[in-house]
């Protein structure tokens, strides 16, 4: 695993936010002074002891250099990270994480953000909401939870709601008599010049892809937690490395980051299935087999950079900037 860019930070304080939902405000640990700075929708990779790399988003404002914080909800499907932060991490512990980056930036240039999240989807909204306000730029925002005890910063995003420029729907689809979120009316009834935004569970994300296929890809935001198809690993193909001429066949069963890693090669990379982006590599020649989340259609269509720990390749030869 490559850490170039890690830093250490220490758990400041873990506060209960919603049920299953902890937040962890995270304060650089000396000699470092200050965090590198971030933008609103930025993440950040935890590397845990148990050697689990996850990635949460920075629900902080962006201004905000002397903590980051987080939410993370226990999921009930927690292959070890979510379980990991809510029953051992403790305040006072020191966390390894990487510098923050940003797949899922905020244009904070439009007339009006429309933001649509569900569940632990607010974290990066959130985000977006205190750098918004700070800007003075209208925002609505449209969030739905299963119930309002599941709801994370609900009252707070109520309080933002009532201040100028604020709008905040809440929706809570398993309380009697709910009306579940409408994603495809709320992209139907996009304003012109706003952009919109999403981020949550794999079929509000889904639903959010169709409701929003006939708009301007640049109007268009969305961030996915996790894969949403497996990853490419039929093989049969070469990868060629440009910067040393190299070349390495990428076996059936294994994807290339699993091949590169065994040929001793090191690439940047941390969760391995395709939503962080992290791994990115630039692509010179073929045509890749694109399994991520991270890249939008266009960017996918444009075959000039890839995922190697998911993607593969259609053509017989796939040259990367390695
Ligand atoms: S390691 Fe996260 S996208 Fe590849």
């Known amino acids: 695993m490559s850490i170039t860019d890690t830093l250490q930070v220490r758990v400041k304080s873990i506060s209960w936010e919603a049920e299953g939902i902890l937040a962890f405000e995270l304060r650089p640990e000396p000699p470092l ?6 933008t609103a ?8 002891t148990n050697g689990l790399i996850r990635s949460y988003s920075l629900l902080n404002p962006q201004r905000e250099t002397h903590r980051y914080v987080i939410g993370v909800n226990r999921d009930a499907q927690s292959r070890g990270g ?10 006072g512990d020191v966390l390894t994480i990487s510098a923050p980056r940003n797949n899922f930036p905020l244009d ?6 429309v933001l649509v999240a569900g569940g632990i989807g607010i974290t990066p909204i959130l985000g977006m909401i205190h750098r918004l306000r700070e800007l003075g730029r209208p925002w609505r925002l449209h969030y739905a939870a299963r119930t309002r005890k599941q709801a994370a910063f609900a009252e707070t995003l109520e309080a933002m709601g009532m201040e100028p420029g604020g709008e905040v729907h809440l929706s809570f689809d398993r309380e009697a008599g709910a009306e579940r979120l409408d994603v495809a009316a709320i992209a139907a009834s996009l ?11 794999v079929q509000m994300l889904e639903a959010f892809e169709q409701a929003t296929a006939s708009l301007a890809p640049g109007r268009v935001h969305r961030e996915y937690f996790a894969a949403r198809e497996d990853a490419a690993t039929a093989g049969g193909f070469t990868v060629e490395l440009a910067r040393t001429g190299r070349s390495i066949e990428i076996q059936p069963g294994r994807t ?4 590169l890693i065994a040929e001793g090669v090191e690439p940047m990379y941390s969760c391995q299935e395709g939503v962080c982006g992290t791994c990115e590599v630039r692509v ?10 991270v890249l939008n259609a266009a960017e996918r269509a444009a075959n000039n950079r890839m ?3 998911c993607s593969g390749s259609k053509s017989h030869k796939l040259v990367l900037d390695l």
Not at 33 to 38: D, I
Not at 41 to 48: E, K, Q, S, T
Not at 108 to 113: E, R, T, W
């Open 284 to 293: 010179l020649d073929g045509e890749p087999d694109h399994r991520d989340l």
């Open 307 to 309: 995922m190697v720990c």
């Open 191 to 201: 304003p012109e010049g706003a952009h919109i935004y999403c981020c949550g569970p």
């Open 41 to 48: 929708g930025a993440h950040i990779d935890l590397h845990l």
């Open 82 to 91: 979510s379980r990991y932060l809510h029953e051992t991490l403790r305040p």
């Open 33 to 38: 002074r200050t965090l590198p700075a971030f």
């Open 256 to 259: 290339i980051l699993e091949c």
């Open 108 to 113: 904070d240039s439009a007339s009006l953000a």
